[in-house]
């Protein structure tokens, strides 16, 4: 079947009941390649969000920021060992909504399209079990000698999702008739005003309430009852 159809699917906290650059980092710092110190540059944004006085977003900006000052210099090889240990931990922790409705759209004709801000590599890794077509993420410049440069390559393309959606779309000859897009923050709202058929999953605050004056569908899936709104 000829795919022209387009569905887009942000990862982590849509797919992932996590978020993949989480554990990849305290994997790192388990195998010693990051210092036992890493998880002091999150931990407190971290404790914060635990106990609903900071944002989930800010403890993820931290986990980022970490990261890229602490990947200077790791082989890029030992990281891709660290990544398939990670998606072979976690590849399953998926949630029942979105993992049933990638099946569901495939099944139609779909091209199924990852965008995230984790590192591509273990995007790859993850995206791959569950037949990702086409997969962005935040790519990292590799050296000659094998390790990471601690440069962030393609930085601006990756910061707008909408950016990338049109551009592939026009690149790849798809349609937009019957578009489906998954997203569960306000920075999905640029791709999701793009699509025509929005989904807001497990929205936080300031997607929500776009998603209520829009009229854009909601979802939330919590422990074993998926609710739509």
Known sequence: MQKN???????????????????????????KLFPQKTAYGYKKSHEDWLNRRGLYEDYIMDVVRVFEENIKNVR??????????????????TYVYTRDLIKSLKKQGYFILAISHSPKEILDEFCAEYGFD???????????????????????????????LRRFIAKEGLSLADS????????????????????????????????KKHGWKVVVERKDVIYNF
């Not at 997969?135 to 999702?161: A, P």
Request: proline content about 2%; glycine content about 6%; some cysteine.
């Open 5 to 31: 159809k387009v569905a887009i699917f942000d990862i982590d906290g849509t797919i992932f009941r996590s978020s993949l650059l989480i554990e990849v980092v305290e994997a790192l710092v388990e195998a």
């Open 76 to 93: 890029h090889a030992d990281f891709m060992r660290i990544s398939k240990q990670v998606i072979a931990l976690h590849k399953y922790h």
């Open 134 to 164: 086409k997969v962005y993420g935040r790519v990292y410049e590799v050296g000659s000698d094998g390790k990471f440069t601690g440069k962030t390559l393609y930085l601006e393309e990756i910061s707008d999702k909408a950016k990338i």
């Open 180 to 211: 489906v897009g998954v997203g569960d923050s306000e920075s999905d709202i640029k791709f999701l005003t793009f699509v025509e058929q929005p989904i807001c999953f497990n929205p936080n605050k300031n997607l929500y309430e776009h998603a």
